[in-house]
């Protein structure tokens, strides 16, 4: 059974830079790619960006300056840095695993979730 | 398409047929997901590549995608179907775009 887990700071000041850890198990890390995606107290769900394990990796165009993420097959994880935050980027952060070539594909296993908020 | 449009709720009786649509630009040119997401709880895809259930999805849940517009279809709806659904697909950037969410009430 996969299973992924969110885990870093909960709390992070305007300006500065969140970042977030998914651990992966039960799965290889070379076989899919690997997504962040968010969701705004009350609100619906936005796609992050993904990395593949070859070595791509694409982003939402409204969030394309400010996102990092990358993999580390050695440790089975995939990381998400998003620089300058504010407020607006206040939210639970999910990762999941894509599904399915990309630009096809699918999420079949998410992440709890991590919420993060963004305050001074 | 750019953006998905689905209807903010929609409701039905227990027993009943609920239709959930999730609109876009050429809609059909790319495979579609469907999430049913309970309060407190992560996402579940219950729909994939249009009409495809992923193992442990009962059979009541049902999709289709055609023209510009995608349909999940839960047949005999039940009090546990209660939840938020989202459509998603990829635009032409390409990047992944979700639709705004459906809250389904069984009443």
Redesign the interface.
Known sequence: QVHLLESGPGLVKPSETLSLTCAISGASTTTSYW?WIRQSPGK????IGYFYYSGSS?N??SLESRVTISLDTSKSQFSLNLRSVTAADTALY?CARG??P???????Y????KLVTVSS | SDDLSQPLSVSVSPGQTASITCSGDKLED??V?W?QQKPGQ????VI??DTRR?SGIPERFSGSNSGNTATLTISGTQSIDEADY?C?A?DS?????????TKLTVL
């Open positions: 997504n619906g769900l936005e796609w694409n939402n165009p999910y599904l399915g990309p630009q096809r594909g699918h999420f079949d998410w992440g709890q979730g | 790319s495979y997901a999430y992560s996402p579940v895809l994939f590549h992923p989202y998603q990829w950037r390409p990047a992944v775009i979700f639709g705004g969410g």
